[in-house]
């Protein structure tokens, strides 16, 4: 089945540190990857979309000059928290789609900024 | 855009018993309805799906039902087991893969042995 890769899978770091979250698709192509954001005890909100080879779409409220996103081949995204501080600690999941559904989720990395 | 309403928000049900969750949704475009369940600290496993042009799907012990009128769609757990405990969400997209989901707020299911 379609395997999504996410890293680190746990961070803990000092607040104003900016901090790097990797989601790779390993056997398939994604034309489309998604990010989300859980806080404790709550759902996933969609965070922002992003397609191969252009500027990701944000949802209303996520802040697009704190929460960076590339997506420069098919099988990479990266979102990048920057200055991150302590209402930033989330747990943090991608997923990816080949344009067909499912999404495919990856592990979630839990950021926790001191 | 879409609002997904989820109810219960926690579900207690004795071991061998039947769990049902339901779930509303707003926007009139939205065709493809998966239901996921996580464990703590862990991503969520898609469970379940259904899209508009079917109105029941049923996988075992799982079965999802879909009203497109009434905007409402529902998960329904027969025979519980003990590792059916878990934190339940619904969501809803559009098919095509490239929208992102929209989610419930999630119904804690607790299966009494």
């Known amino acids: 089945g379609a395997v999504v890769s996410q890293h680190p899978s746990r961070v803990i770091c000092k607040s104003g540190t900016s901090v790097k979250i990797e989601c790779r698709s390993l056997d398939f192509q994604a034309t489309t990857m998604f990010w989300y954001r859980q806080f404790p005890k709550q759902s996933l909100m969609l965070m922002a979309t992003?397609?191969?080879?252009?500027?990701?779409?944000?949802e209303q409220g996520v802040e697009k000059d704190k929460f960076l996103i590339n997506h420069a081949s098919l099988t990479l995204s990266t979102l990048t928290v920057t200055s991150a501080h302590p209402e930033d600690s989330s747990f943090y999941i991608c997923?990816?789609?080949?344009?067909?559904?499912?999404?495919?989720f990856g592990d979630g990395t839990r950021l926790s900024i001191l | 855009g879409e609002n997904v309403e989820q109810h219960p928000s926690t579900l207690s049900v004795q071991e061998g018993d039947s769990a049902v969750i339901k779930c509303t949704y707003s926007?009139?475009?939205?065709?493809?309805f998966p239901w996921y369940k996580q464990e703590l600290g862990k991503r969520p496993q898609l469970i379940i799906d259904i899209r508009s042009n079917v109105g029941e799907k049923k996988d075992q012990r799982i079965a999802v039902t879909l009203n497109k009128t009434a905007k409402h769609f529902s998960l329904h757990i027969t025979e519980t087991q003990p590792e059916d405990s878990a934190v339940y969400f619904c969501?809803?997209?559009?098919?095509?893969?490239?929208?992102?989901?929209?989610f419930g707020k999630g119904t804690h299911l607790i299966i009494q042995p």
């Open positions: 969501a809803a997209s559009r098919v095509g893969g490239a929208d992102g989901l929209t």
């Open positions: 926007d009139s475009a939205s065709n493809y």
């Open positions: 992003s397609n191969e080879g252009s500027k990701a779409t944000y």
């Open positions: 997923s990816a789609s080949e344009g067909v559904l499912p999404q495919h």
